[in-house]
């Protein structure tokens, strides 16, 4: 199995690297299970009080690997379409798992974090980005919804306006133009990412680790996060399965403007 997700340790600092630059760290199947492993490692690792994730290459990730989609029907059967809220909720347990680590994590994103790549950033508890990354979630272009947490979660951080101005039309934005909705820690130069996140891992060591792990876990169970992801699995359960969805991937596949029907 080849590394599409690496992990080392810096003493306090746990890295998540995804790792296949080649392919704008797109997120196929085998990468989110490996970054699931990432996670765990984590967890079992010796004297870490912060995780850190970061993509290497050009970019964070460029979001979902459509090419992964022609595997649908082997790992889920024929009818994968009937079964769409199986597949939403596979998918929705590395961001679910990402979230409530009770380790604090922080996102470093530069270049583009778009669609699932945005969603995983999303389940972060902090986001660093690099002057002019863009992001954004673009599902409804494809004739689907964000469903791996990420119309829960924006919501959740900007509020009901911000996240159905980016979501309803699958807009693409720079850090720099959301800097002031409260969904970035820090909009710094690309070669200051390194140095932005130092300076948070050093604030968040001075906390008693206990204390930091249960104050998230409190302050993450004031929203009803469960109930958010359960109507996102049930949306994307009938979309998936209309005409508009698969002329939205036929057209992105093909780099070009969708013409959808509503059907």
Same mark, same amino acid.
């Given at each position: *199995?080849?590394?599409?997700?690496?992990?080392?340790?810096?003493? *306090?600092?746990?890295?998540?690297?995804?790792?296949?630059?080649?392919?704008?760290?797109?997120?196929?199947?085998?990468?989110?299970?490996?970054?699931?492993?990432?996670?765990?490692?984590?967890?079992?690792?010796?004297?870490?009080?912060?995780?850190?994730?970061?993509?290497?290459?050009?970019?964070?990730?460029?979001?979902?690997?459509?090419? =992964?989609?022609?595997?649908?029907?082997?790992?889920?059967?024929?009818?994968?379409?009937?079964?769409?809220?199986?597949?939403?909720?596979?998918?929705?347990?590395?961001?679910?798992?990402?979230?409530?680590?009770?380790?604090?994590?922080?996102?470093?994103?530069?270049?583009?974090?778009?669609?699932?790549?945005?969603?995983?950033?999303?389940?972060? =508890?902090?986001?660093?980005?690099?002057?002019?990354?863009?992001?954004?979630?673009? @599902?409804?272009?494809?004739?689907?919804?964000?469903?791996?947490?990420?119309?829960?979660?924006?919501?959740?951080?900007?509020?009901?306006?911000?996240?159905?101005?980016?979501?309803?039309?699958?807009?693409?934005?720079?850090?720099?133009?959301?800097?002031?909705?409260?969904?970035?820690?820090?909009?710094?130069?690309? =070669?200051?990412?390194?140095?932005?996140?130092?300076?948070?891992?050093? @604030?968040?060591?001075?906390?008693?680790?206990?204390?930091?792990?249960?104050?998230?876990?409190?302050?993450?169970?004031?929203?009803?996060?469960?109930?958010?992801?359960?109507?996102?699995?049930?949306?994307?359960?009938?979309?998936?399965?209309?005409?508009?969805? *698969?002329?939205?991937?036929?057209?992105?596949?093909?780099?070009?403007?969708? @013409?959808?029907?509503? @059907?």
């Amino acid at each position: *199995m080849s590394n599409l997700v690496e992990t080392r340790q810096r003493e *306090m600092v746990f890295e998540i690297v995804l790792n296949r630059p080649e392919k704008r760290n797109a997120i196929s199947w085998e990468l989110g299970q490996q970054l699931l492993d990432a996670l765990d490692a984590a967890i079992q690792a010796e004297g870490v009080r912060v995780v850190l994730l970061r993509g290497a290459g050009p970019m964070f990730s460029a979001g979902i690997d459509l090419n =992964d989609l022609a595997a649908l029907p082997t790992r889920y059967g024929p009818s994968w379409a009937r079964h769409m809220r199986a597949i939403t909720d596979d998918w929705q347990r590395v961001t679910t798992r990402l979230e409530r680590l009770e380790l604090p994590t922080i996102a470093l994103l530069h270049g583009a974090a778009l669609g699932l790549a945005f969603e995983v950033a999303l389940a972060c =508890d902090f986001r660093i980005a690099a002057h002019g990354t863009r992001l954004g979630l673009p @599902e409804t272009r494809l004739g689907i919804v964000p469903d791996v947490g990420g119309t829960t979660r924006l919501t959740r951080i900007v509020g009901p306006a911000r996240a159905k101005e980016l979501i309803l039309t699958g807009r693409t934005v720079t850090a720099q133009d959301v800097a002031d909705w409260g969904l970035l820690t820090q909009v710094v130069a690309a =070669d200051a990412l390194d140095a932005a996140a130092d300076t948070l891992v050093a @604030e968040l060591a001075q906390a008693a680790p206990l204390a930091v792990g249960m104050a998230k876990r409190v302050i993450d169970g004031m929203a009803d996060v469960e109930r958010g992801l359960l109507l996102e699995g049930w949306a994307q359960s009938q979309l998936i399965r209309t005409n508009d969805f *698969m002329a939205g991937v036929q057209a992105a596949i093909e780099r070009r403007a969708a @013409e959808f029907k509503g @059907e």
